[in-house]
Each structure stands twice: as structure tokens, then as C-alpha cells.
């Protein structure tokens, strides 16, 4: 070992495939508390903590040895007392003398140690506290969509007139309690599929789904909405025939919160209008409005789970639905994104696989 | 995913077919890394054998969003993926190769179908690696935690040095590549979840279950699995072989190829 390398302020040590240490410099000495002829000659895996032996082994060795290198790795050294002392490592082989040997060097890391450690924690209680949010979440939800079902059912007799006609204005009261109902009936749908997003349970079921279809579905349910915000809705033709691979409700939960948005945030007199068409393999929904626009420090953020674009409009929703939209179209192979401009209006794009109508083959994706 | 279309299992498990002969090798890596664990050894083979290699469900290029915390929290689960491989390609009379927890993963899977299985070649093999009463398995429980530590540390944000370096993305083939020099890199969940799997594993009582030969291949100085886990082994599965390599540590495979080979060898040709 020269000069330069005892030295230098870092440990170094030289081992053959077999683990025995064949050289270590001054720097590694002092680290360990060992003699060089303690060192020299025996195995590495004498100065590791036991964990530290086993992670040589499982992924050290193995990356050295097929990737010719590793960089950054965290040991825990075991010092001549008894101590441990926490340490990056670099490693990387060469030949010399005839030999094959890996070479590494080791840093100590006495304060990041403990910053990691409280990184670690505070990752660790996040999670945990994440977890806790989604089950309260899912379990919200879920008791919350009972009474909601009965508000639906028994509107929906009334409707129908079983107990003696309605006034013209007990009509349209009813038909505002139907509409409230289905609105929250989404915003739970989203608030659930967000706590199984983050518990990783979604599951998406694919098969083919014919794009006019979709569109006529989600249309119904908002129809009524354009009239009362004073909005046209337009349709543009589409291919015929044109299919997407995707799973059907998750796919209208995606329509019914773009074309919600874009409901919300265009102002009376305005326009709203979905396309779809086929390139290639891919196939693009496209919801279009003539809104105030977004700006563009927020066009990735909106995606973010609870984040809203600051406008004067009162608040408008928790900001879940198209963090969910995006993840519910990654799921199916596909993606979300946004154009916009400023004063002129947003488009948002779903783009899935394309798919023949007749293919109907199921699978299950989890996400 | 329908379980019984082969196509849909070779990607999951990143199946590689390679090798000419009557007899089947189906090579099984353990926890750490991949597939390319066997790199050094199956070029010896491929001219008298048909070679099978895969990586776990979570492991190398395997699919990982086909990766479910429950069915891959055990054992068992990862028997499954062994399983579901050889129905996928209609394997029979395979000699499993398992390296490490591979070896009790290959025991559960013969086991559950012992007709698919001629033999077991266990290379490092370990029915439990913490202490019991009358059993040395080499460690004690906080010997693990601080492995589980070390792992954590080592899968943290800014050195990420075993993180996955990029995303599988089937849409930029141009970055596969890229990922095939990623040996040992996995979700740090998946490894973790792995890494509780097999060292909190206790599966001595399967051992009496299997009714197929083995060869018990256990190195000299073998922090993982000490010589006593390998007597132990030899004792309890009927019909095991045992052989102690010279070859030191873990991965035989890896750090001692040639012996590795040989004694595999010596094996497959009695």
C-alpha cells in the first residue's frame, strides 16, 4: 500500500471473489480498530454487522461480480469492540497481479446516519398515517353510500308517482335532489377509488369498449347539468366502429369527472365538446371547453391528489378527481394529459389502446 | 389475468428458453437479484440440457404490476410462480435448480406437485435461518431487523443505488437496454416484503413431505446457511445427497463457477 493511499481519508480494501481480504490501507485501520495483519487474510465478512453479511452476499457480491461495480452502497461495519460504524461503499473490479480483485472504498457517514434515520422514520409514519387515511377513506364511503342509495330510492319513487301526482314544482325540486344525488354518488365513487389507489387494490377489468357508447352514457347523467349552467354541448362524429380497450366503468368515471370539470369551471354561455379519434393502436378521447384556461405552472400539478387551481370561483371540490383519472387511465394502459390556454379554454385527453368491437376478451389488471 | 394462458406467464416471469436436451433445468434465483444469477453456469449446461430462467414475480425484468402484497408475502406464493411456469410450458421430470430461499421455494413447489419434479439441486439451501431450541440457523431475529435496516437504508431516495433505475415502459423499447443492466434493482417494497418472506420463513416441517431425490449443496463458510442448516437438511429430506463445496460464502454460483459446475455435474450424470 503506498503513501498517497494510507493517506487518503477514506478506508480501502482489496478482496478476491472468495472474500479474503488481500490488502486494506491505513484509512480502514483506523475505522475498524483491527491490526492490518488481523485484516489481511481474512474474510470481509469479518469486519460486517451480521445484516451486513447477508447484504454482501445477496446483493454486494452479485453486483460486482456481473455488473463490474457498485456504487453507494450502505454497510454497517462491525469494529474491533464491538461498535458499528455506518458506511458508504464503492466497489469496482479489476485485475492486478494476475488477479482478479474487487476493490472498495469506504466513506463514513456520521451525521447522514442519523438524518437518514429520521428520514426513515418520518417515511415510515407517513405511511402509516397514509394507510390509516385511506382505510377511514374507503370505510367513509362506504357507509356514507347506504343512506345516499335510500335519498336515491325513494326520489325515485316519488318520481314515479305512486303516491299521488306532483306539482310541476315538486318536479323540478325532485329532479335538483336526483341530480345532488348522482353528483355525490361520483364524488364518492373518486373519494373510494383514491383509497384503493393508495392501498394499491384497483382493479381494472378490460375488454372493448365502443367509444360512442361511453360518451352516450356519460352524456345522460350530466345532460341536464349543461341547461342549467347555460352551456352547449356539442358531440363531434366519430369513426365508426371506433373502440377502446378499457374497463367500462372505470372509463366512464374518467368521462364523468372531465366533462364535470369542464362543466364547473366554463362560465354561462359557454361550449363543451368531446372527439375521439384513432391513431395507429392508440385511440384519443378528447374533452374540450371554453373556460378560463389553466395556467401554466399548475397544468402538471392539477393532476396531484387534493390540488385545485386557485380561481375566483369558490372552492369546488376536494381536487381528486382527475389525480384518480390519470391514475385509473395509466392503470388501463393508457394516460391523461392536458392542453391549455389561457382565456381560450382546456382540452383533456384520454388516450387508451385501441380496440376491435368484437374482441370482448376480459382481464384483470391490478394496479 | 387468466392464469392459464402460457404467453401471459412467460412475460410475468420474464421466461427465458434456451439450451438443447431431453431433460429440463429450471434455474431458480434467491433473494437479492435475478436470473442473471446463473450467468456462470448456464453456458456448461445448454448443449445436453434445455435451460428454463425466470425472475420472481417483483425480481429483474419480471412484470411488476402483476406483484400482489398478500400472494407474495409467504413462501408459497412465490412456489406458485415455480408452478405456474412449468404448466405454462408443459414442463415434466424438471430438476429444479434453486439458489438460497429458491431451494425451500422449489421444496414447497415439489411438494404440491411432485410429479412435475425428477430431482431438487438446493445450492445453498435453508429450512429456517433464525435460532431455535436445538436448531442453529445462523441468526437471531435482530440479526434480520438489522438486515431489514440495511435494506431500507439502502433503498432510500437519494441513494438509490439498488432502486429501480427506470420505470418499465413497453411503449420505449429503447430503454430496455437500460434495464438490463440493473441486476439487483427492485421495488424496495417487493425486496422488502421478499426479505421478510424468506428470513422469518420456517418450513422444517415440509422437509419430511418431499418424495423426490435432492442434492444439498453446501458451501464451506457460509454466513446464510452454516454447516449445521446443511446436516440438518440432510437428515430430514429423504433421499438428499450432501455435498460440501470447497467454494466459500453464499453464491457458489457466482464466486466459484467451476466447482459449482462440477459437482451439479457429478450429480445429474449418476
Sequence with gaps: ?367 | MPVNDPQSIIRRNNVKIMGTGDRTLLFAHGFGCDQNMWRFIVPAFEHDYRIVLFDYVGAGNSDVSQWDERRYATLEGYSRDILEICEALDLRQVILVGHSVSSVIGILAAIEQPDRFERLILVGPSPRYINDTDYVGGFERADIEGLLDMMDKNFIGWANALAPVIMKNPDKPELAAELEESFCSTDPRIARLFAQATFFSDNRDDLEKVRIPSLIMQCSEDAIAPVEVGDFLHARLAGSTLRRLQATGHCPHVSHPEETIRVMREYLEN
Excluded: W
Aim: aromatic share 6%; proline share 4%; net charge negative.
Design chain 1, 1 to 367: 500500500m503506498n503513501d498517497l493511499m494510507n493517506a487518503a481519508p477514506c478506508g480501502f480494501v482489496s478482496f478476491g471473489d472468495d472474500g479474503i481480504i488481500r490488502a486494506v490501507n491505513q484509512g480502514l485501520i483506523e475505522l475498524v480498530g483491527y491490526t492490518r495483519a488481523e485484516l489481511e487474510g481474512k474474510h470481509l465478512e469479518s469486519i460486517f454487522s451480521v445484516g451486513g453479511k447477508v447484504f454482501y452476499h445477496t446483493h454486494f457480491l452479485p453486483l460486482l461480480r456481473l455488473q463490474g461495480r457498485a456504487e453507494e452502497i450502505y454497510f454497517a461495519l462491525r469494529c474491533k469492540g464491538g461498535d458499528e460504524v455506518p458506511v458508504l461503499i464503492n466497489g469496482v473490479r479489476s485485475s492486478r497481479d494476475g488477479e482478479v480483485v474487487n476493490d472498495c472504498i469506504m466513506v463514513r457517514m456520521r451525521m447522514r446516519r442519523r438524518y437518514e434515520d429520521e428520514i426513515l422514520r418520518a417515511k415510515k409514519e407517513a405511511e402509516a398515517a397514509s394507510a390509516a387515511k385511506a382505510k377511514f377513506l374507503s370505510m367513509m364511503s362506504h357507509d356514507l353510500r347506504t343512506p345516499l342509495q335510500a335519498i336515491s330510492g325513494y326520489a325515485s319513487v316519488l318520481g314515479q308517482e305512486f303516491h299521488g301526482p306532483l306539482l310541476e314544482a315538486q318536479r323540478d325540486d325532485l329532479a335538483q335532489i336526483q341530480n345532488a344525488t348522482r353528483e355525490l354518488s361520483r364524488l364518492m365513487d373518486d373519494i373510494l377509488t383514491f383509497a384503493q389507489m393508495e392501498s394499491g387494490r384497483v382493479q381494472v377489468r378490460l375488454r372493448s369498449v365502443p367509444v360512442d357508447e361511453a360518451l352516450e352514457r356519460a352524456e345522460s347523467l350530466v345532460r341536464l347539468r349543461f341547461t342549467d349552467a347555460e352551456l352547449a354541448y356539442q358531440r363531434e362524429p366519430l369513426e365508426p366502429g371506433l373502440a377502446v380497450k378499457a374497463d367500462p366503468d372505470r372509463l366512464q368515471q374518467i368521462l364523468l369527472n372531465l366533462v364535470t370539470n369542464a362543466i364547473k369551471f366554463t362560465p354561462a354561455g359557454g361550449r363543451v365538446a368531446t372527439a375521439a379519434e384513432r391513431e395507429g393502436d392508440r385511440a384519443r378521447i378528447r374533452v374540450r371547453d371554453t373556460g378560463p384556461g389553466i395556467p401554466g405552472e399548475y397544468l402538471d400539478r392539477i393532476f396531484e391528489p387534493f390540488t385545485q387551481v386557485e380561481t375566483t370561483q369558490a372552492n369546488q371540490g376536494v381536487g381528486l378527481g382527475l389525480a384518480i383519472s390519470r391514475e385509473l387511465a395509466r392503470a388501463m394502459g393508457g394516460d391523461l394529459t392536458v392542453e391549455s390556454l389561457l382565456g381560450k379554454g382546456s382540452t383533456f385527453t384520454i388516450e387508451l389502446p385501441a380496440a376491435s368491437v368484437s374482441g370482448a376478451g376480459m382481464d384483470v389488471v391490478p394496479s
